[in-house]
């Protein structure tokens, strides 16, 4: 940074944006923490009650490919919903931003007119790198959240929900594809043997495997909401 000649303004922007991303995540993984906590309570009043968490679906394919459906039911939650809508709403307000940078640039390159004066946003920002180091670390963050957010906005939504015992206090009702697993492609371990057996390959397989079955169930999970019936006596 100090290459560039940055003033205090284009530092403290820059320092500014991190510190923003930085909180957004603490309080993502805050409430995270918070929503493993509440599956881990969950999960233990379904054990007492000697039940699963969650209903299975049936489903007939068309293409005789088994498929696995389960259903589970979620509340909505007031800070998990805030911390998904900032995730959503800092692409859009940073997209306003970064046409802001762009028509500063303009005027002080072009002398077009922008309040107050070109006289000050050229002490502001100090020079070209000023102005467009900020704005390309912005542009950076934005798309990157953008992107995430368009490819996973409804695995997002659901991370904003708490599990419910009951379906009775459940605002959401969420659906998840179970994997398919073929029997042919799957491992066994006892055919490993002494040297043969690789424990750093093999955990990479098997983190590789349960990230792309979370990658597979995040693309297909559907979430819908409860609504009741009003001239409904159920």
């Known amino acids: 940074m100090t290459a560039l000649n940055l003033n205090a303004t284009s530092m403290g922007l820059i320092y500014g944006q991190f510190a923003l991303l930085f909180i957004m995540v603490v309080a993502?993984?805050?409430?995270?923490a918070y929503r493993n906590h509440c599956f881990v309570r969950v999960e233990e009043e379904c054990r007492k009650l000697k039940r699963d968490f969650g209903n299975m679906l049936v489903f007939h394919s068309p293409d005789n490919v088994p498929r696995n459906f389960r259903q589970y039911g979620y509340q909505s939650n007031v800070v998990g919903t805030m911390i998904v809508y900032s995730w959503l709403v800092l692409p859009l307000a940073g997209y306003v931003v970064m046409i802001w940078g762009c028509w500063v640039s303009y005027t002080i390159s072009t002398k077009l007119y922008f309040p107050p004066n070109v006289a000050f946003w050229k002490h502001t920002f100090g020079d070209w790198n000023g102005l467009m180091m900020p704005w390309c670390?912005?542009?950076t963050i934005v798309h990157i959240v953008a992107g995430v957010a368009s490819k996973f906005y409804t695995s997002m939504s659901t991370r904003s929900m708490i599990p419910c015992i009951s379906m009775q206090d459940a605002t959401h009702l969420v659906v998840d594809e179970e994997a398919f697993v073929d029997p042919d492609a799957c491992h066994d371990p006892d055919e490993d043997t002494g040297e043969d057996a690789?424990?750093?390959e093999k955990w990479l397989a098997e983190r590789y495997a349960a990230l792309s079955t979370?990658?597979?169930?995040?693309q297909t999970r559907q979430v819908m909401q409860i609504q009741e019936d009003e001239e409904s006596d159920t």
């Open 198 to 200: 690789w424990f750093v």
């Open 28 to 32: 993502t993984l805050s409430f995270n």
């Open 137 to 139: 670390v912005w542009f």
């Open 214 to 218: 979370r990658f597979a169930r995040a």
